[in-house]
T-cell receptor, first 116, second 110 residues
Framework: AQTVTQSQPEMSVQEAETVTLSCTYD???????LFWYKQPPSRQMILVIR??????QNATENRFSVNFQKAAKSFSLKISDSQLGDTAMYFCAFMMYGGATNKLIFGTGTLLAVQP | DADVTQTPRNRITKTGKRIMLECSQT?????MYWYRQDPGLGLRLIYY???????NKGEISDGYSVSRQAQAKFSLSLESAIPNQTALYFC?????????FGPGTRLTVL
């Protein structure tokens, strides 16, 4: 069974600084997708970025980028130039490629606080 | 307008009552999901549906039922609510890869 682990329950960063959130996963599959979701205090779940395991190039979306290390089963999220609006819970999630359920498996989240 | 909507946004009910949470989407996706979020546990899948005639149990379906009334509508019911069903409930749709979530329903069972 696949599992997703986020070992940092809480993190803090100063505005305009860079922060990296860690995520590791366990799977025997070779083809899969990885995602980062953001949940601000409004509680909405917002897709931040996604990565296809077959792509070697790390995904980037504006100030958000990932460091995908397939052999190490690591998928970290880097937030550059942190803004107050980045304060949120961040969830890492795994999905098997071509799976019958298209099911997302979530980590337990990292609460990020951006300080002014 | 939001692509995925949920009603109600907040609900307080009593033990033993029947509750229905509704979800509607305008994204045109066939795949819809219901999740439950508890503090420290992340999101867990309750039920999912790939079309109107397809309903499947997730990892924590006991005590819940669903109805897919149309491609755009997927409802979650608690037949007899109990306090440990107090949680934040999310509906989601999928394009086959990414999932897109509604705003959530905060349910409290007293």
């Amino acid at each position: 069974a696949q599992t997703v682990t986020q070992s940092q329950p809480e993190m803090s960063v100063q505005e305009a600084e860079t922060v990296t959130l860690s995520c590791t996963y366990d799977t025997s599959e070779s083809n899969y997708y990885l995602f980062w979701y953001k949940q601000p205090p409004s509680r909405q779940m917002i897709l931040v970025i996604r990565q296809e395991a077959y792509k070697q190039q790390n995904a980037t979306e504006n100030r958000f980028s990932v460091n995908f290390q397939k052999a190490a089963k690591s998928f970290s999220l880097k937030i550059s130039d942190s803004q107050l609006g980045d304060t949120a819970m961040y969830f890492c999630a795994f999905m098997m490629y071509g799976g019958a359920t298209n099911k997302l498996i979530f980590g337990t989240g990292t609460l990020l606080a951006v300080q002014p | 307008d939001a692509d995925v909507t949920q009603t109600p946004r907040n609900r307080i009910t009593k033990t033993g009552k029947r509750i229905m949470l509704e979800c509607s989407q305008t994204k045109g996706h066939d795949r819809m999901y219901w999740y439950r979020q508890d503090p420290g546990l992340g999101l867990r899948l309750i039920y999912y549906s790939f079309d109107v005639k397809d309903i499947n149990k997730g990892e924590i379906s006991d005590g819940y039922s669903v109805s897919r009334q149309a491609q755009a509508k997927f409802s979650l019911s608690l037949e007899s609510a109990i306090p440990n069903q107090t949680a934040l409930y999310f509906c989601a749709t999928s394009d086959g890869i990414a999932q897109f979530f509604g705003p959530g329903t905060r349910l409290t069972v007293l």
